[in-house]
């Protein structure tokens, strides 16, 4: 069976998390120090996809620690393998059945994984029986609140965050409630039976002009592969036209070359402990 969101271990969307790690790369790194990993600490990424993370942490637990690194994609845990430091472990399996012995990590990480798990409360204890006593667990999520991308349009926005959202329920056979359940991620820990469960929102913010790393990620990831001509059918044709304007390097008005570019997005981390 395949994830909520059509997760198996053929799929591949490398590029698109290639491409946000490196746009999102200082915020990210701020919430991995939050989930304070030591020197010489045991550190599991479950759900690790390209492996530039396995790199941060190993950098934060040094030559003494060890980093771990799972995903259900071959083609993911083969990038990640490119990628890793060269201590680092990578393993294509799937996190519900890992080939991990209970008990031995002092921290895990698990970042926009737990939303394509037709049950995250069972993903979440399977990873908490891996942690050593008083080991942490940190799932990470991206845009629990609504992403803006164009300050200067709040209508064109929300009507192609509703489309996403009606794509995602027609391809994937997924409610609106199923979409939304990620939101609930400090319930999830809690009842998983974790303790000292907080949670910490970080806001990558980007205006122009942009970084490379920023333009490749907004262009690419999410003008052309996330919305594109996929979003026609839930659209009218003159905001379809819009929106097609606004994506297109090509036209005088794509929104990235625009003085009042303004881009923010959420990133929350639920951290508990055992």
């Known amino acids: 069976m395949s994830g909520l969101l059509g997760d198996t271990a053929t799929r591949d969307y490398s590029r698109k998390l290639q491409l946000f790690n490196a746009f999102?790369?200082?915020?990210l790194r701020l919430a991995i120090a939050s989930l304070d990993p030591q020197p010489g600490a045991r550190v599991l990424d479950a759900g690790c996809g390209t492996g530039e993370m396995l790199r941060w942490?190993?950098?934060?637990?040094?030559?003494?620690?060890?980093?771990?690194?799972?995903?259900?994609?071959t083609a993911h845990a083969t990038a990640a393998r490119a990628c890793a430091a060269a201590q680092a472990l990578v393993l294509q399996a799937d996190l519900l059945h890992a080939p991990l012995c209970a008990?031995?990590?002092?921290?895990?990480?698990?970042?926009?994984?737990?939303?394509?798990l037709r049950d995250p409360l069972a993903g979440?204890?399977?990873?908490?029986?891996?942690?050593?006593?008083?080991?942490?667990?940190?799932?990470?999520?991206?845009?629990?609140?609504?992403?803006?991308?164009?300050?200067?349009?709040?209508?064109?926005?929300?009507?192609?965050?509703?489309?996403?959202?009606?794509?995602?329920?027609?391809?994937?056979?997924?409610?609106?409630?199923?979409?939304?359940?990620?939101?609930a991620l400090v319930g999830v820990l809690r009842r998983a039976q974790l303790r000292k469960v907080r949670a910490q929102t970080f806001v990558i913010e980007r205006v122009f002009p942009l970084g490379?790393?920023?333009?490749?990620?907004?262009?690419?990831?999410?003008?052309?592969?996330?919305?594109?001509?996929?979003?026609?059918?839930?659209?009218?044709?003159?905001?379809?036209?819009?929106?097609?304007?606004?994506c297109d390097p090509r036209h005088p008005q794509f929104a990235l070359r625009r003085m009042d570019f303004h881009f923010l997005q959420t990133f929350t981390v639920v951290c508990g402990e055992l």
């Open 124 to 183: 979440v204890e399977r990873l908490a029986a891996l942690l050593r006593p008083a080991g942490r667990i940190a799932l990470c999520q991206s845009s629990l609140l609504p992403d803006m991308y164009f300050a200067w349009d709040a209508r064109l926005e929300r009507l192609v965050n509703e489309a996403v959202r009606q794509y995602y329920r027609d391809r994937y056979g997924v409610s609106e409630r199923e979409l939304a359940a990620v939101r």
């Open 103 to 116: 008990g031995s990590f002092d921290r895990i990480w698990c970042m926009n994984t737990v939303n394509h």
């Open 57 to 73: 942490f190993a950098d934060a637990v040094g030559p003494g620690g060890t980093v771990v690194g799972i995903d259900l994609a």
């Open 212 to 246: 490379a790393a920023d333009e490749a990620y907004l262009a690419e990831a999410i003008f052309r592969d996330s919305w594109g001509t996929r979003l026609q059918p839930y659209l009218s044709s003159a905001d379809y036209d819009e929106l097609a304007r606004l």
């Open 24 to 27: 999102a790369e200082p915020e």
